[in-house]
């Protein structure tokens, strides 16, 4: 069975840094497209950047200052947070391609945690 369980999200202040995770279990990370997601409230849920084979990429938005990698040994997917914002409050949620290619297939969900970045 298919599960994805997010930690590390928390309240920091702007400029602040957080690193969360994303442990995985049911099958392996580095064999599918992962990706972390966010929802602001209001707002519609957004791709903040995924991870394939050979390849990264990024939102515009977090560019430069987001990382995303997976340790293999601990079948964990990471999102490493920089220089933070309090336009970067959301819900992150860590997601899996049902491929391992990202642009086929669908999202399977982790439930979610929240980051708030105050001012």
């Known amino acids: 069975q298919v599960q994805l369980v997010e930690s590390g999200g928390g309240s920091v202040q702007a400029g602040g840094s957080l690193t969360l995770s994303c442990a995985a279990s049911?099958?392996?990370?580095?064999?599918?497209?992962m990706g972390w997601f966010r929802q602001a409230p209001g707002k519609e849920r957004e791709g903040v950047a995924r991870?394939?084979?050979?390849?990264?990429s990024y939102a515009d938005s977090v560019k430069g200052r987001f990382t995303i990698s997976q340790d293999k040994a601990k079948n964990t997917l990471y999102l490493q947070m920089n220089s933070l914002k309090p336009e970067d409050t959301a819900v992150y949620y860590c997601?899996?391609?049902?491929?391992?290619?990202?642009?086929?297939?669908?999202?399977?969900w982790g439930q979610g945690t929240q980051v708030t970045v105050s001012s």
């Open positions: 991870i394939g084979f050979g390849f990264t």
């Open positions: 049911g099958f392996t990370v580095s064999s599918y497209c």
């Open positions: 997601a899996k391609r049902t491929t391992w290619d990202c642009n086929s297939g669908s999202w399977v």
